[in-house]
């Protein structure tokens, strides 16, 4: 089951991902990711994927290279 828990803090947007990082998935996170950015300007996200299993890495560094293009903020990624 695909999940997320999102916190803000310390002006850094914490996602923490669960489960199947598919294609559709990510196309979940990205809407959802994309609208808190946009309506609350946040500029430093980390996100932690370390729970994500299986991973379509395809698909996950298209999104990566989607949101640089996009927000070009500060994305860590926690593996």
């Known amino acids: 089951m695909f999940k997320t828990e999102i916190e803000y803090r310390k002006d850094t947007l914490f996602v923490q991902v669960f489960g199947p990082l598919t294609r ?20 430093h996200v980390v ?18 290279d989607e949101y640089d293009i996009e927000f070009g903020g500060e994305l860590e990624i926690v593996k």
């Open 24 to 43: 559709r998935n990510i196309s979940k996170l990205k809407r959802k990711l994309y609208y808190i950015l946009t309506e609350y300007g946040i500029g």
């Open 47 to 64: 996100m932690n994927i370390t729970e994500a299993t299986p991973f379509d890495s395809d698909e996950f560094y298209r999104f990566l």
